[in-house]
């Protein structure tokens, strides 16, 4: 319940907004769920990956997983 609070008010920070500060990240320009994750990169929720990736159409594998909480 925690994590949905938090991505419900990054996307309100950010307004459901694509255009907010934030990381850019080269590969999300096409994927569903942009606007969510720059709102969540916004908030400094997420960050993806050091290479300036965020990787939307890979597994999450138990790695990334831990780092997310």
């Given at each position: 319940m925690k994590a949905l609070k938090a991505v419900q008010a990054a996307v309100?920070?950010?307004?459901g907004n694509a255009n907010i500060g934030g990381a850019r990240f080269s590969d999300i320009s096409?994927?569903?769920?942009?606007k969510f994750i720059k709102a969540l990169a916004a908030a400094n929720i997420i960050s993806g990956f050091p290479d300036g990736y965020f990787r939307p159409d890979d597994s999450l594998n138990a790695l990334n997983m831990r780092r997310c909480w």
């Open positions: 309100k920070k950010g307004g096409e994927n569903w769920g942009q």
